[in-house]
């Protein structure tokens, strides 16, 4: 406060005029600097937000770039004949792809192959039935292998070729880790579709198969969180 002796009367009240109008600078001194403050903060708050949305981000292309990624190709099947024993068969295989640039480590690959009379309800839960398991393994980056084969004699296609009682599907739930040592996961579903035909001993036999993809469990890492849980579990044992 500035002091200033005024011999007259207004000396008072020229001291608090001076006073007051200090007080109100202050004040308002105070108030710019919190809302700069607020400003500054609020901004730093934006800065550092962002940095994370973009460490996120590279992290996550980091991953999808280093990753493995797994998926299923396609499924071939079709004639085959025993060169010893002449006896004919039909067998399928499932084609695999790791995608990826670092290694596939397969710890669940259950293969199932159905057959049911029609076609797939639309409840079908795709448990794992008991036969084809691939066990353990390792897919390489940039790596195709095939699994199988599942083998059915002519006998047990004849309800699928030519009679077409029945519907052909390929199905299974692969579950590996890449180098990140996160669980990843691919389902599929291929369904029989037609062959076409050779001849064998003078009879017209459906040659190599034709399978497209389902409309249903082909997904991979969280778009299969949806699926059904028993997808995921091996067969139960035999009583």
């Known amino acids: 406060m500035r002091n200033k002796n005024y011999k007259n009367s207004s000396g008072t009240s020229v001291k608090i005029?001076?006073?007051?109008?200090?007080?109100s600078f202050e004040r308002t001194a105070r108030i710019i600097e919190i809302v700069v403050g607020a400003i500054v903060g609020v901004a730093l708050i934006?800065?550092?937000?962002?940095?994370?949305?973009?460490?996120t981000q590279q992290a996550h292309i980091m991953k999808v770039q280093t990753g493995a990624f797994l998926n299923v190709e396609k499924i071939m099947g079709g004639f085959n004949v025993d060169p010893t024993t002449k006896v004919s068969f039909y067998q399928t295989w499932i084609v695999m792809k790791n995608s990826g640039t670092s290694m596939a480590?397969?710890?669940f690959g259950w293969m199932n192959f159905y057959d049911p009379i029609g076609l797939m309800s639309a409840d079908y839960q795709f448990p794992n039935l008991p036969g084809i398991n691939g066990g353990k393994y390792v897919v390489g980056p940039q790596v195709e292998?095939?699994?199988?084969?599942?083998?059915?004699?002519?006998s047990e296609t004849d309800e699928i070729f030519p009679q077409k009682k029945r519907s052909f599907y390929a199905y299974g739930t692969l579950l590996y880790e890449d180098n990140f040592s996160k669980e990843r996961v691919t389902m599929y579903c291929f369904v029989l579709?037609?062959?076409?035909?050779?001849?064998?001993n003078g009879q017209s036999v459906p040659g190599v198969w034709s399978f497209s993809p389902c409309d249903?469990?082909?997904?991979?890492?969280d778009d299969c969180k949806s699926e059904p849980r028993e997808s995921r579990l091996p067969p139960p044992l035999p009583n």
Request: aromatic fraction near 6%; charge should be positive; proline fraction near 2%.
């Open 17 to 23: 005029i001076e006073t007051a109008k200090k007080g």
């Open 46 to 55: 934006t800065v550092g937000l962002l940095q994370y949305t973009v460490y």
């Open 105 to 107: 480590k397969v710890n």
């Open 145 to 154: 292998i095939s699994s199988g084969p599942h083998t059915m004699s002519t």
């Open 193 to 200: 579709m037609g062959a076409n035909l050779q001849v064998y």
């Open 216 to 221: 249903r469990h082909n997904c991979v890492d």
